[in-house]
């Protein structure tokens, strides 16, 4: 947690779905604060980052002012993709283990 936050402050990033499952977000919570949907092919989107499983980040909502520097909009955009990498590693690793506990089950 990051110093000075009130211990119910919620991680800087989050990955959050919509309730059908169909659309999928990240959150920046600290400023510059957004949402950006996380999508395959994001067309007509009037920013849009490559993410590096193929992806695109795109649709931002502000609720901040957006960094004033590309600098400091691409050093932004880096750390998205990697909470999303991130993320994405650790449901990974859960559909391993419960792969594995399935393959446990099979054999029992």
Not at 66 to 87: F, H, K, M, N, Q
Request: proline fraction near 7%; charged fraction near 30%.
């Amino acid at each position: 947690m990051a110093r000075g936050l009130h211990p119910s402050a919620p991680d800087e990033w989050l990955v959050a779905e919509n309730i059908d499952g169909g659309r999928t977000f990240v959150v920046h919570t600290r400023p510059p604060r957004f949402i950006a949907e996380v999508c395959d092919e994001c067309q007509l989107a009037p920013l849009m980052a490559a993410l590096s499983n193929g992806q695109e980040l795109a649709w931002f909502v502000w609720q901040d002012p957006p960094p004033a520097s590309e600098e400091a909009l691409l050093d932004l955009l880096g750390r998205a993709d990697a909470a999303l990498t991130a993320y994405d590693g650790i449901l990974d690793a859960d559909a391993r283990r419960a792969k594995d506990g399935d393959d446990e089950d099979d054999e029992g």
